[in-house]
Nanobody, 115 residues
Framework: QVRLVESGGGLVQPGGSLRLSCAAS????????MGWYRQAPGKQRELVAT???????KYADSVKGRFTISRGKAANTVSLQMNNLKPVDSAVYYC?????????WGQGTQVTVSS
């Protein structure tokens, strides 16, 4: 059974930084991509950043230059370093893993940017 566990969310002031981590377990197949999506109240879930198995990163325009996605030290983990956070970045952030058999999602972690 595929399971994704996210950590690292919280409350931060504008201009601050947070680091999100996601660990995937129960993977029988290697993943095609891992990444992060977010959903703010009243809005659709949107892509934040993804990383392919070939280490090709893709970012939403709104986070380019501020967020960095990378592999974690442990296998099947990814991290999202978020710098210069803005109030508009406030949302529930979801980890996603794309497998040949389909996509899987974590339960989400809240990120709130407020003074």
């Amino acid at each position: 059974q595929v399971r994704l566990v996210e950590s690292g969310g919280g409350l931060v002031q504008p201009g601050g930084s947070l680091r999100l981590s996601c660990a995937a377990s129960g993977l029988i197949y290697s993943w095609d991509a891992m990444g992060w999506y977010r959903q703010a109240p009243g809005k659709q879930r949107e892509l934040v950043a993804t990383l392919t198995k070939s280490d090709v990163a893709k970012y939403a325009d709104s986070v380019k230059g501020r967020f960095t996605i990378s592999r974690g030290k442990a296998a099947n983990t990814v991290s999202l370093q978020m710098n210069n956070l803005k109030p508009v970045d406030s949302a529930v952030y979801y980890c996603n893993v794309a497998l040949a058999i389909g996509d899987y999602w974590g339960q989400g972690t809240q990120v709130t940017v407020s003074s």
